[in-house]
């Protein structure tokens, strides 16, 4: 077999880089399907104990059992969390620490895609909401744990649809009601701000010299369903059909997470990606981050509003860059 087919073997395959996890506490959003399951599924089979945070329990147990099935002896957790609502956030948060120590890592992986307008409990628009404040609340309640955990990370799931996005920082949630609602220009504005994020957290970290890290990933066009709830016809064209032979599995598309979240060599800061065409898929490797994804004004903006919609505030210093701006 040739260098090649064994490359392209491996990618139909989803080989996952993980080395050795027994011991570490993984916790992983939107755990009962897609991207989220396969990271799950990897990292229970190099032993960590894996806490699938779901929005819907009874899916969270069908995807507890199937990984179960392929690893007996598994150490599963399943979990409800509803990255939508800030007091289902806060709970989540609450029951961990009563059970957890420490964590190793957290992958902020859950995620929607364009779907019709809607609003949280707490009124901000669903997919700023849903992608980015929960996940930012919820790193923010952890990160005591995750300090006390081993070579511990945070990994924010972004994409290359960031770099499309556009974050008006006076209202970033911004919609004239239901009928100017863009649902991807929403989807891409809530992973500029997942990568804003990511790189702001990374930057405060360094300034706190703690040893937790951040870094972020994208898994490049996998077939997850992802799309399959959106009104837009244009999306589900494009991904569903267009694109549809392009598509990596479940398994090959987390592997750019799994490789933030485990690999050794990984830097703070780092993006994380497939290395092939268009970064569509591929094996992971380091990728580029928007210029306004790592603008200081904009991190700050982003950050300082992001600790007043969530109510949760980090105890960590601005970065000089951010402080001077």
């Known amino acids: ?19 050795d996890r027994t ?23 190099k032993g960590a104990r894996v806490v699938l945070a779901v ?21 599963l957790e399943v ?72 070579d511990p990370r945070v990994v924010t799931v972004s994409s290359p649809n960031h770099r499309q996005g556009r974050l008006d920082l006076d209202d ?20 500029l701000a997942n990568a804003v994020f990511g790189h702001q957290l990374h930057l405060r970290l360094t300034a706190a010299r703690s040893n937790v890290r951040s870094v972020l990933a994208h898994p490049g066009y996998t077939a997850t369903g992802l799309q399959h709830g959106t009104p837009v016809r244009g999306v589900r064209f494009l991904y569903g059909r267009l694109l549809k032979p392009l598509a990596q599995s479940p398994e090959a598309g987390a592997r750019s997470q799994l490789y933030a979240a485990t690999e050794p060599g990984v830097a703070g800061g780092e993006f994380i990606g497939p290395g092939g065409a268009g ?29 007043r919609l969530t109510e949760v505030r980090y105890p960590l210093p601005a970065p000089a860059a951010s402080r001077a701006s």
């Open 23 to 45: 011991g570490r506490v993984c916790v992983v959003t939107g755990a009962s399907g897609g991207l989220g399951l396969a990271t799950c599924r990897a990292l229970a089979r």
């Open 79 to 150: 979990r409800p969390l509803d990255l939508a609502d800030l007091t289902s956030v806060r709970a989540f948060a609450d029951t961990l620490r009563a059970d957890h120590g420490h964590i190793d890592v957290l992958v902020n992986n859950a995620g929607i895609m364009a779907p019709p307008y809607a609003t949280s409990p707490q009124g901000h628009e669903l997919q700023f909401a849903t992608n980015h404040l929960g996940h930012f609340a919820l790193t923010g309640l952890l990160l005591d744990l995750l300090a006390a955990g081993t």
């Open 279 to 307: 970064e569509l898929r591929g094996a992971p490797t380091r990728v580029r981050l928007a210029p306004r994804a790592t603008d200081a004004n904009t991190g700050r903006r982003l950050w300082e509003l992001s600790e």
């Open 1 to 19: 077999m040739t260098r090649k087919q064994e490359q392209m073997r491996q990618e139909r395959r989803g080989d996952e880089p993980v080395a």
């Open 55 to 75: 929005r819907d329990p009874e899916k969270g147990r069908r995807a507890a059992e199937s990984i179960a099935a392929g690893t007996p002896g598994a150490r």
């Open 172 to 191: 970033p949630e911004a919609v004239d009601g239901p009928d100017g609602y863009s649902p991807m220009g929403h989807y891409n504005r809530s992973k």
